[in-house]
């Protein structure tokens, strides 16, 4: 993944000096927002997929990977981490769901 980045950043366009640490840049050169990877990407590619967009969301996308993930390896405390979720409780719900 490392190597991607790299091989991104120098075609990366140029940010506003408020976005300067941002990695995923817009044509207005800001930072990319979670509402526009959602709404314009994650839509985008879903319907490619031949798949109904307005079923399925980038939310559900994330909650059906974290499930798999959990079902996979059984370790609730990795989850967490890689949800990014501060506290165990909210991680919980996808040890449920599988149960």
Do not use: W
């Not at 950043?9 to 930072?31: H, Q, T, V």
């Not at 509402?35 to 319907?47: F, G, M, R, S």
Request: aromatic share 6%.
């Amino acid at each position: 993944m490392l190597d991607a980045i790299n091989a991104y950043l120098p075609c990366r366009i140029e940010p506003k000096a408020n976005d300067k640490d941002s990695l995923f840049i817009s044509r207005n050169r800001n930072r990319i927002t979670k509402c526009t990877v959602e709404l314009l990407l994650v839509k985008k590619y879903i319907a490619a997929a031949g798949l109904d967009s307005a079923k399925y969301s980038a939310h559900k996308l994330r909650h059906t990977a974290a499930t798999l993930m959990y079902q996979s390896t059984g370790d609730v405390r990795v989850l967490k981490e890689v949800l990014g979720h501060s506290n165990l409780n909210t991680t919980q719900i996808y040890v449920h769901v599988n149960d």
